[in-house]
Each structure stands twice: as structure tokens, then as C-alpha cells.
């Protein structure tokens, strides 16, 4: 009976998978970050840029995400099949919440404290650094913890185009209608959603004490 | 008319102008180095853009501001701005900063020593009346109203600068702490000799700390005299303003 129990029967292949799948979501979404806040900074710079940025962030956001890897599968160099097309699918879907987040982030901070820091003879990278930044950074942590827990989800069906991750267990237990391989995929993912969301929960909240 | 050299801030014809409506107009006048002009209005009046057109937080569109003689168009604006003390309404201090980084700001963009701005900071908040030991460490949400503007007063005397920019700094405060702070600050600016502009729609405020009077409506400067003069002022609007002491005297009588 114990033997038959998911966890057991296929512990050293969810450890593998779950390290696949960790990977997946960390160069992805360290991707994103490294995108995201950036170009969430540059359209609080230029306004005129914010609407088609997060135009376009907000479309791809609404593709459906199995539809999305199909497409990359015929994209040549990032594309094709494997990790690199799920990588840029998952960087592709974190970018909206870190870019939205930063831009309302920023554009947040109180124009008395902003207009204070420039009438004092800050410059706009200083302001920027030493005062919007910091203040914006619970919102921006928000980002970059609904990008990480949507990343790990979104990467169970990544297998669908031939990466690893934990999905391979859901898409192996769909084909041979198994519930305990579906369940040794699917809970290992849940629970790492949760981990992350609680974790990247509780840095925002350290982050940002300090004012409170 | 006075030489240059006595004049901290010269308005010439200035004007602020955007979306196709002026803010203000054809704003002629001197700040005499070492005054207290008070830019008395009610609210829209143009006080606040006249005060950050001498900072070039807003350029004038036509005529020219000049300060220590130069246009202000002509400066850097970090510079000028570094120069020119300015302190607003409590929400100016940086809440994720402590009292002492916030007083420290201005030397420590300047390139201050750490030694040497930590000295500052504690002599500037002793002279503002705040414990340097015990408020330094704080945050702005762990002080009063007050403390605050003490604060905010500090920093902006930080970079000992010579003209003071204040946009309603007592604004927020309890009648009775704005009175102390009021007499606290004119004691400071007698003894320290900057030249402060200063904005204010309460004209109690205005007679307390003004050496001149500066009227603004609707984006013009209707007149400009000593507080002596303003009570004589036959304008319409100074006489709508004295018109609120006088009917707070009327209801003290009619007690």
C-alpha cells in the first residue's frame, strides 16, 4: 500500500523534475526581472512609451499559455522544442506583473516627495535611486511574486513542448490515465507556488517594515 | 532703486504659462537679500508657481527671473537648486529616511564628508529645537507635525544656503505649535539673515513674519508693501483678506 503512494513510488524522479522545473521558473523569471524593471523605470521616464509597452505585455498576458508554446515550437533560435522556447514562453508571461508593478510603483510615490527631492537639487538618477526605487519597492517585490507563482504554474505545461519540470509527470499521468503520476506532479508544483508566494511574501514585508 | 547687489531674487515681466492659460503674469518685483517677502493669496492665486519659478522647478515662458543676478534659465538647475533652501508642507521629508539622512541630504549629494554631516545635522537640529541625540535616528512617522517641520526646516538650512523657498510650512500644524514654530522660526531667520520667500494664504501668518507683503490674484502680484502699508491697502482683495481678521476681532468683541 505504501509503495503505491506517489510521493514514495516516484520520490527520486519528483526531486529531479522539481529541480528541472526550479530552474525553469528562476532563469525565467530572473529574465523577467532583469527586463521588467527596467523597462518599467524607462516608461515612467517616457509616458509616451507606457501605454504600447503595457499594451503589449497585457496581449501577450492573454494568450493562452498552451497555444503560446505551440506557436514558439515554429519560431526559429528561440524557438523550436525544449527548454529554451519554454524559458522565453515563461519570461514572456512574468513580464506584465513586474513591468506593470514597477510603472505604478513608481508612479506612486507622492508628487509632494518627488517634487521635494528634485526642488533640493537631487538629480533624476538620484531621485531615482535613492528615493522612487526605494519607495516603490514593496509594489515592485508584489511584481516579481505574482510573476514567480504564475511562471510556476505556467511551467507544468511546459513538457508540452518537449522541456522537463514537473509537468512531465501530469502530461505522462494524462496519456496513460494515471491519477497517482498526475498527482506527483501537480502537488510538488502546487506546494512550490506556495513556498515562493509565502517566501517572496515575507522579503516584501521585511523590505518595506521599516516605514510602517 | 536699490543696487544689484543687495537683491537675493528679481522677477522681470515673468510670466508661467501652459495649456494656453496664464498662471502667472508680468511679475515684476525685488527680493531684497536678508527679507522675509511673504507671498500672501488665496488658493490658485499663483503663489506656489511664482515661489518655483525662482528654483526652476518651472521655467518662466516669457520675461526672466534672475537669482544672485543670473536667469535663472541661465543656471544649472541642480546648482541653483542646491543654493536655495525649500521646504513644503510635512510631506516633503523622504519617510524611508532617517531624521539625520534626510537633514544630511543636500551635503551628502554635494559630496560632504560623513564626518562633517553628521556635525552639521546635530547642530542643525539643536538649532531648531529638536534633541540631536534623541530625534536623529527616527523616522519622519515617529514624530509630531512639528518635529516634523522642525525637520524640514533643518534640511533645508542644511547646505547653509542663502534665500529659503517655504510653500505653506506650517500649514498642517495645530494653531497653538504653528504659533511657537512661527516665533521659533522668525527668531532664526533674524539671527541666521536669509532671505526667505515665503507662501501662505493665512494672513495672521503673513503679519507675523513678514518684512513685506506680497498680494497675489489670479496669477498677478496686486500689490507689494510693508505690513504697515497693507493694513492702509484699499485693494479689494487685501481689504477681503484684512476683512477675516477684523471679523475674527468682531466676534472676540461680541463675546
Not at chain 2, 162 to 178: H, Q, S, W
Request: glycine share 10%; aromatic share 6%; proline share 6%.
Amino acid at each position: 500500500m505504501s509503495g503505491d503512494f506517489f510521493l514514495i513510488r516516484y520520490g527520486p524522479e519528483i526531486l529531479t523534475r522539481t529541480g528541472e522545473h526550479l530552474i525553469l521558473v528562476a532563469i525565467s523569471t530572473g529574465i523577467a526581472i532583469l527586463a521588467g524593471i527596467p523597462l518599467g523605470i524607462l516608461i515612467t521616464r517616457k509616458p509616451a512609451l507606457s501605454k504600447p509597452v503595457l499594451g503589449v505585455a497585457n496581449v501577450v498576458q492573454t494568450v493562452p499559455s498552451l497555444a503560446l508554446f505551440g506557436f514558439l515550437i515554429s519560431v526559429p533560435l528561440l524557438g523550436g522544442i525544449g527548454n529554451t522556447p519554454a524559458i522565453v514562453a515563461l519570461t514572456l508571461y512574468s513580464l506584465l506583473p513586474i513591468i506593470r508593478n514597477t510603472y505604478t510603483g513608481i508612479t506612486g510615490v507622492d508628487p509632494a516627495i518627488r517634487e521635494a527631492g528634485r526642488g533640493m537639487g537631487m538629480t533624476d538618477w538620484q531621485l531615482l535611486f535613492q528615493v522612487e526605487i526605494p519607495l516603490a519597492t514593496g509594489v515592485i517585490l508584489a511584481g516579481v511574486r505574482i510573476a514567480t507563482v504564475i511562471a510556476i504554474g505556467i511551467a507544468t505545461i511546459a513538457p508540452a513542448i518537449g522541456a522537463g519540470g514537473l509537468g512531465v509527470f501530469i502530461f505522462r499521468g494524462i496519456s496513460v490515465v494515471n491519477n497517482q503520476l498526475i498527482l506527483a506532479g501537480a502537488v510538488p508544483a502546487a506546494l512550490i507556488a506556495l513556498l515562493a508566494d509565502l517566501a517572496l511574501g515575507w522579503i516584501e514585508q521585511q523590505l518595506t517594515a521599516i516605514r510602517k | 532703486m536699490p543696487e544689484t547687489s543687495e537683491i537675493a531674487v528679481e522677477f522681470r515681466d515673468a510670466s508661467y504659462r501652459v495649456h494656453n492659460r496664464n498662471l502667472v503674469s508680468d511679475l515684476n518685483l525685488n527680493v531684497r537679500l536678508g527679507e522675509v517677502l511673504v507671498l500672501l493669496g488665496r488658493s490658485g492665486s499663483g503663489k506656489t508657481t511664482t515661489m518655483k519659478l525662482i528654483n526652476r522647478l518651472h521655467a518662466p515662458t516669457a520675461g526672466q527671473v534672475l537669482v544672485g543676478g543670473k536667469p535663472t534659465t541661465e543656471w544649472n538647475p541642480i546648482a541653483l537648486r542646491r543654493r536655495i533652501g525649500y521646504v513644503i508642507q510635512e510631506t516633503g521629508l523622504f519617510p524611508h529616511f532617517t531624521v539625520e539622512r534626510n537633514v544630511g541630504l543636500v551635503p551628502a549629494l554635494s559630496g560632504c564628508k560623513p564626518k562633517q554631516i553628521k556635525t552639521r545635522v546635530y547642530d542643525l537640529l539643536n538649532l531648531v529645537g529638536l534633541d540631536a541625540e534623541q530625534f536623529a535616528g527616527r523616522y519622519p512617522h515617529q514624530l509630531s507635525g512639528g518635529q516634523r517641520q522642525r525637520v524640514g526646516v533643518a534640511r533645508a538650512l542644511a547646505a547653509d544656503p542663502p534665500v529659503l523657498l517655504m510653500d505653506e510650512p506650517f500649514g498642517a500644524l495645530d494653531p497653538i505649535t504653528r504659533l511657537e514654530i512661527q516665533k521659533e522660526f522668525r527668531r532664526l531667520q533674524q539671527e541666521l539673515g536669509k532671505t526667505v520667500i515665503f507662501v501662505t494664504h493665512d494672513i495672521q501668518e503673513a503679519f507675523l513674519l513678514a518684512s513685506r507683503i506680497g498680494l497675489m490674484h489670479e496669477g498677478r502680484m496686486v500689490a507689494l508693501e510693508t505690513p504697515a502699508e497693507f493694513m492702509r491697502s484699499q485693494h479689494p482683495e487685501a481689504q477681503a483678506f484684512l476683512q477675516c481678521l477684523r471679523s475674527l476681532e468682531q466676534a472676540r468683541d461680541g463675546l
